[in-house]
Structure formats: C-alpha cells, structure tokens
C-alpha cells in the first residue's frame, strides 16, 4: 500500500482509506469484518463523522483489539455544531463514541453560518489539549479555502475532503490546484460515484474494462488509481464486505501509465468548471 503525506506536517497515510457513509445501514457483523479486513491490508486511513448516524460506534468495535497508533482516524463536525463550544462538545462526543483517546485529523464538514474564527479557534484548542492532532474541511471550494487560509494561516489546513470520482472531475479545475500549492491533502470521498459507476456497456466502461484487463485488476481498482494517479490526493471508498474491501486496497499499489490515464482522460472528460463546487 502506497502511503502519502497527510498535509504540510502530517505523518504518511495509506493512499486509500475506508470511509463509513451509511457503513450502519447494512449487517454489522459484515460491516466491522470489512473495516478489519481493510485494515490488514493496509487501509488504515478510516473516515467518519458524527453525521453518520452509528459509523463510529461500529469503527470501535472493529479496532478495539488494535493498537491505536496504527491508525489514522478521522471525523467531522457538522456546520449547526461547529461553534467554539460546539465544535468541542461535539469532537467530545466523537472521541466516546469511537472509544478513542484523540483523532488523527478533525474536519468541518462543510461550511454553515458559524464564523470560521469560531471553529478555528476550537480546533486549535483541541490540539492544544491532544485530543485532535490536526483538522481540516469538507466540501470547501478554493475560495472558501481562501478565506480560512486568511484566518488560521498557511500549514493549518490538514485536508480538504471533496467529492471526487470518475463523472464528477471539478475539484481538478480549482480545488486541487490550490491545495497542491497549500501543502493540503485532498481526500476523495464516493470514489465510486452515488450509485452511479460506469456501466461496463458504455463507452468509458470499454475504455475502463480494457485497461482493467491489462493489468488483471477490476474496474473499480483502475478507478482508484485514476483518482490518486498525482501524489496530493488519497481515496476513502466505502465496502460493505470483507472481500470488497480486501479489492480496494489492491488498488494502493497500480500504477497506470501516461497512455492509460489519457485514455481514461478522454473517456471521462472533467468538462466546465461549474458555479458551485458538487457535494452529495
């Protein structure tokens, strides 16, 4: 598993990780076995938040038996918490729930009405105290980044976790530019799509079978690679299964070539730079 650096001063990080969005809705014994799974090999990136209803309940089964500093845990705060006092009640709550003692990285889920000073001023604080040891945002454009950037200063910022897959390129227009000049991590979430992969009848799901059989690999593992072919962006897909799981981390070690990622470039163009940054 390729590992990357998670921000100007963070430790290296597995290049895929395991995000947990609805990971509650399915069969929790299935569930925690897939998070284990991934973790053997390699995906110890896990992603959460306290919006994901009991995600990190199940994340604390799944890692109990391990030694923390094997992982890099991460959460998010939601925007109507995300107060001086919110935004530490709420990393309280998330550190009970996960039965952890701090988190790697702590991220505004996307921005709300609350003064950036204020949830800055909290995430500084929760650093201060050891119980978070970096944070960062969700679902920021590159002129929300702008902005924050002015208040808490260059090298704050972990990460920006954005929406990132195959038929939604925007964050290559702006986003990713900026924060490659920043010194942030740019996380994919929904690597896969909303239910919506690339259908293996289509054109680009040609182009995508074709190099997947090129290098024995699976459709979704070329996807990944895409996704985190330049050194600032890692991936957080979500599996329901151990199986699916162990296929994901697989992709951590691909490498496509400057003809493969040309071919996936033109069967999956990134098109306009559009008004809003998308976010699901």
């Known amino acids: 598993m390729q590992k990357r650096k998670f921000g100007t001063n963070g430790p290296d990080v597995s290049v895929i990780g395991q995000g947990t969005w ?6 929790r014994t299935a569930a925690i076995a897939a998070l284990r799974r991934g973790i053997e090999t390699g995906m110890t990136h896990l992603d959460t938040a306290e919006m994901y209803g009991d995600a990190e309940p199940v994340i604390a089964d799944a890692i ?10 991460v959460s998010k705060v939601l925007p109507s918490n995300a107060s001086r006092r919110g935004t530490i009640t709420a990393c309280e709550r998330s550190l009970k729930r996960l039965k952890a003692d701090y988190l790697d990285c702590y991220l505004l889920h996307w921005r709300g009405s609350y003064p950036f000073e204020e949830t800055v001023a909290a995430f500084e604080e929760l650093v201060a105290s050891g119980k978070i040891r970096s944070w960062g945002v969700s679902n920021f454009d590159s002129d929300d980044l702008d902005e924050l950037v002015d208040i808490a200063g260059e090298g704050k910022i972990a990460c920006n976790q954005v929406l ?3 038929q939604e390129r925007a ?3 702006a986003v990713i530019p900026w924060c490659e000049r920043h010194g942030v991590a740019i996380v994919a979430y929904s690597p896969f799509g909303h239910n919506d992969f690339p259908s293996p009848r289509s054109k680009g799901g040609e182009v995508l079978q074709a190099i997947a059989d090129a290098h024995k ?3 979704r593992q070329i996807a990944l690679a895409f996704l985190t072919r330049t050194k600032s962006v890692l991936a957080i897909p979500k599996a329901s299964s151990a199986e699916h799981a162990a296929e994901n981390a697989r992709a951590g070690d691909l490498k496509l070539s400057e003809v493969e990622i040309a071919a996936l470039d033109k069967a999956f163009p ?3 730079k559009p008004r809003g940054l998308p976010m699901l």
């Open 22 to 27: 609805y990971l509650d809705r399915g069969d």
């Open 64 to 73: 109990a038996e391990l030694p923390r500093e094997m992982l890099f845990l």
């Open 164 to 166: 990132y897959h195959l």
């Open 171 to 173: 964050i290559e227009h």
């Open 217 to 219: 690999a699976t459709p």
């Open 270 to 272: 990134r098109g306009p």
